[in-house]
């Protein structure tokens, strides 16, 4: 099987040496410094002190992977950040050779849809839309592991998990999963993609907008009560769309999300809080959040749009309120483009609960 792995970050490069590991022909596509160290001298994995190091084919576009001797692939992996979906799909679009069944594991929902309008040279449907409806030219996948560039050419990975993989008609989750089994990969197959996607938005939610708009790691940010119940709030909003667009959720490899919904659901803050909170602070850590991450780069552009912004389009589409979710994406997005100022939030969780509680959340 060959593969293409679009957009190799730390998820794209540590997907890609899996699937090298467990006997997939493999072709990264990566830019920058990252790109660069692992043309020039392999890729180093780092997981619990072990050190593993291999030497995977990279190119520094997508036109550049379609250029090389036998340049057509059987499954192409899109693992850019969100708001360069578009792009993607257009380079993918003007491909000179097959691209196989094309594959998202990006965070969020919705993105499949864009990808595959952007690969007919069509527009994509409004988000609300987009992020509530399977697509069926575009296969889902989610990640579970914390996967960090530390430095160009090198990937920690850090706690459990694993892959999910949407497993259609044409059996294409089947064939990803063997390669990633074989290289130990824990692997586990679904039949609601959209599902699937919104089970990981829920991980993916935690902290995500919090500590980018207080400009604090997940071990300070979660470990407050007060925050935390902020977390609850946009769990539940993001809940109740889900249940109106009949996506339940779904366990993930090594998160058993269907558990921590019904106890969102049903269990006041301050106790989830005392469950939950200090072990996801000390697992999250010091760790930021790739929304955080954007921010401190100075990218005005945030995934925050397909994450808590979705839940908030696709709730005011329904007619559900989200007030925790339409404030935190608001915030962040007016961060990233200037409009809010980092110093009235930074290290000021006060402030924050005053603007989500203003909203009504």
Not at 120 to 128: E, K
Not at 241 to 246: E, H, L, Q, S, T
Request: net charge positive; aromatic share 4%.
């Amino acid at each position: 099987m060959r593969v293409l792995v679009v957009g190799a970050g730390a998820l794209g490069s540590w997907v890609g040496a899996q699937l090298e590991r467990g006997g997939a022909d493999v072709t990264l596509v990566a830019r920058g410094p990252h790109g660069a160290a692992m043309a020039a001298d392999g890729l180093e994995l780092v997981s619990a002190g072990e050190v593993g190091r291999t030497r995977p084919a990279v190119v520094g576009t997508v036109r550049e992977a379609f250029g090389l001797p036998a340049s057509s692939y059987d499954v192409t992996l899109v693992t850019v950040k969100s708001y360069a979906t578009a792009v993607v799909g257009a380079e993918l679009a003007s491909a000179a050779g097959p691209v196989g069944r094309v594959v998202s594991l990006q965070n969020g929902v919705g993105n499949e849809a864009v990808l595959a309008a952007a690969i007919a040279h069509a527009s994509p449907a409004p988000l609300a839309v987009r992020a509530a409806e399977p697509c069926a030219a575009v296969g889902a996948g989610v990640v579970t592991i914390g996967l960090t560039v530390d430095r160009p050419g090198r990937v920690v990975l850090s706690g459990g998990g694993g892959i999910g993989l949407e497993d259609d008609a044409e059996g294409w989750g089947q064939q990803l999963a063997e390669p990633l089994r074989i290289a130990g990969v824990a692997v586990r197959l679904g039949h609601d993609p959209v599902a699937l996607k919104w089970s990981k938005l829920l991980l993916n939610m935690l902290g995500a907008a919090t500590c980018a708009i207080l400009d604090q790691p997940p071990a300070d940010v979660l470990a407050r009560r007060d925050v935390f119940g902020i977390e609850v709030a946009a769990w539940r909003e993001a809940l109740a769309v889900m249940r109106a667009i009949g996506a339940p959720p779904t366990d993930l490899p090594g998160y058993p999300v269907r558990s921590l919904a019904l106890g969102v659901r049903r269990l006041p803050a301050p106790w989830l809080h005392a469950l939950f909170g200090r072990r996801l602070a000390e697992r999250r850590g010091r760790r930021h959040s790739g929304v955080s991450a954007d921010l401190s780069a100075g990218r005005t552009s945030s995934e925050i749009e397909v994450l808590h912004g979705a839940v908030a389009a696709v709730a005011e589409a329904r007619g559900l309120p989200s007030p925790a979710c339409r404030t935190l994406a608001a915030l962040v997005l007016g961060l990233a483009n200037g409009t809010v100022e980092r110093a009235r939030f930074a290290g000021r969780p006060a402030a924050l609960l005053a603007a989500v509680h203003a909203a009504g959340g």
